[in-house]
C-alpha cells in the first residue's frame, strides 16, 4: 500500500484529495496546523497529523509521525488579495514563507529518503493566476510561481535519482475558504485604489464563469502521482483548462 502525505488538509482542495487517495485505497496522511480527525470517515488507512509547514521543529514532528511515504503533495497556501501599495511587508513575507519556503521546506525534508529508496513524487500545487496576471494579487502570484520555477529545476535535478517533481494548476474555487482567508489579509485598500479593487472583488465572486472545483483537483493531483508520463504542468478545473490552453 503506497501512502501520500498532504498539506493543507483541513480544507478546500487538501481536504477533498486526502479524500480521494483514501477511496483509492491509499494510505494516507492529513496534516494541518489543528488536526481534525472528524472531518474525515473513520479508516485504518488515515493518520490526522498536526503540521505548520512554516515551522522546522513541527515538519521534523510531522515525518517521524507520518513513518515512510510515497508521494509528497505540497497543497498548504495562504492567500493574498490587495494592491501592493497597500501590502504591509510582514504580510508579504508571511504569503512567502507558507506558499513558497513551506513548499521548499517539505520538499528538502522528504528528499533524504525518496533519494534512498530511488523512488518518491513531489506535486506541487500552484495556481493559473501565474499564467494570466489577475490584479491585486501580486504577492500571492509572485509566491506562486516562485514555486513553478522551483518545481521545473528541481524536476530536473532529481530524475537521475528515480523522484519526480509535478505542478498542478488550479483555476478559481469560488466554492473553497481560499477567498474568505485572503479577504482576513486585504486590510484596507489606499483609497486611490478602491473602486477598482471594489470592482476586482465582485468579478472574484462571479459563478457564471467556468470555475475549478476541488474534485477537479483532486483528479489532476492523483494523475501527478501516480502517471509518470504526465506532463509537467497540470491544469486543474474548467478556467484552469481554459486559461492553459489559450
Known amino acids: 500500500m503506497k501512502t501520500v502525505l498532504i498539506t493543507g488538509s483541513s480544507s478546500g482542495f487538501g481536504l477533498v484529495t486526502a479524500q480521494y487517495f483514501l477511496a483509492k485505497g491509499w494510505r494516507v496522511i492529513a496534516t494541518m496546523r489543528t488536526p481534525k480527525a472528524d472531518l474525515f470517515e473513520a479508516s485504518a488507512n488515515l493518520k490526522v497529523v498536526a503540521l505548520d509547514v512554516t515551522d522546522p521543529a513541527s515538519i521534523r514532528q510531522a515525518l517521524a509521525e507520518a513513518g515512510p511515504i510515497d508521494v509528497l503533495v505540497n497543497n498548504a497556501g495562504i492567500g493574498m488579495f490587495n494592491a501592493l501599495e497597500g501590502t504591509p511587508m510582514d504580510v508579504a513575507r508571511d504569503v512567502f514563507e507558507t506558499n513558497t519556503l513551506g513548499t521548499i521546506a517539505m520538499t528538502q525534508a522528504v528528499l533524504p529518503q525518496f533519494r534512498e529508496r530511488n523512488a518518491g513524487t513531489i506535486v506541487n ?3 493559473t493566476v501565474t499564467l494570466k496576471a489577475l490584479p491585486l494579487l501580486s504577492v500571492y502570484t509572485a509566491s506562486k510561481a516562485a514555486v513553478n520555477a522551483f518545481t521545473e529545476s528541481l524536476a530536473i535535478e532529481l530524475a537521475p535519482l528515480g523522484i519526480r517533481a509535478r505542478l498542478v494548476l488550479p483555476g478559481r ?74
Do not use: K, Q
Not at 213 to 240: F, H, K, L, Q
Open 125 to 127: 500545487v500552484t495556481s
Open 173 to 246: 474555487a469560488p466554492t473553497t475558504r481560499f477567498g474568505e482567508n485572503a479577504r482576513a489579509r486585504i486590510g484596507d485598500f489606499p483609497p486611490a485604489y478602491a473602486d477598482f479593487a471594489a470592482r476586482a472583488m465582485e468579478g472574484l465572486r462571479d459563478t457564471s464563469t467556468p470555475t475549478t472545483e476541488s474534485s477537479a483537483v483532486a483528479e489532476a493531483v492523483w494523475r501527478a502521482a501516480t502517471d509518470p508520463a504526465c506532463p509537467m504542468r497540470i491544469p486543474a478545473g474548467a478556467d484552469a483548462e481554459l486559461w492553459f490552453n489559450a
